[in-house]
């Protein structure tokens, strides 16, 4: 990979991360009925689920290393700004614990898996967005911290966040399921 394409790989995972935070701590929820459940989607659960696969991207260019450098820098990013917005800090606390364990666990399987680039894609990013959707709507949305999201609804904001951040991880990992690459 050229370095313009890699340097452009690792800004939009930086930003992604970054704007999915700022949305959720300023703009209020999605909320909706469906299955006589009442469900309640933050903004950024639609960009958290494309930095799965940014940051497979972002180790394929650069490491395993590089990948972990690239979750710090997006990670400060966050502390930083958690000064200007009232309910950023705790969501930034929520996605510091999600984000620390769900890209470490997508890292590792994505570098341990062997298969197709889609297929790892898929598996690590669907098995990450599970863990981040859990962790960070119980530190960052609930009752606990930011009272973004009731209790009565904090099971179907959870499920709704795995659903749309796999969904958009298995989208993007389809047409990569057939090529080969090997991991740094």
């Not at 930034?92 to 341990?112: H, M, N, P, Y």
Request: net charge neutral; hydrophobic share 55%.
């Amino acid at each position: 990979m050229n370095k313009y394409i890699t340097g452009i790989g690792i800004v939009a995972y930086i930003a992604a991360i970054v704007i999915a935070n700022v949305l959720t701590a300023n703009k209020p929820p999605i909320e909706f009925d469906f299955l006589n459940q009442h469900w309640v989607v933050t903004w950024g659960t639609f960009l958290i689920g494309a930095t799965f696969f940014l940051r497979d991207w972002v180790q394929l260019a650069v490491g395993r290393t590089g990948a972990y450098a690239a979750i710090l820098v997006a990670l400060g990013a966050n502390i930083l700004l958690s000064v200007h917005y009232d309910n950023l800090i705790w969501i930034t606390i929520g996605s510091a614990l999600a984000f620390g364990l769900s890209e470490s666990l997508d890292t590792e399987v994505f570098t341990r898996m062997r298969g197709s680039l889609g297929k790892r894609v898929a598996y690590s990013g669907v098995l990450g967005g599970t863990l981040d959707s859990a962790v960070f709507a119980v530190v960052g949305l609930s009752p606990l911290t930011t009272n973004i999201v009731p209790w009565e609804f904090l099971w179907t904001t959870i499920v709704a966040q795995v659903v749309i951040k796999c969904a958009m991880n298995v989208i993007v990992s389809l047409p990569l399921m057939k090529r080969e690459v090997a991991v740094a």
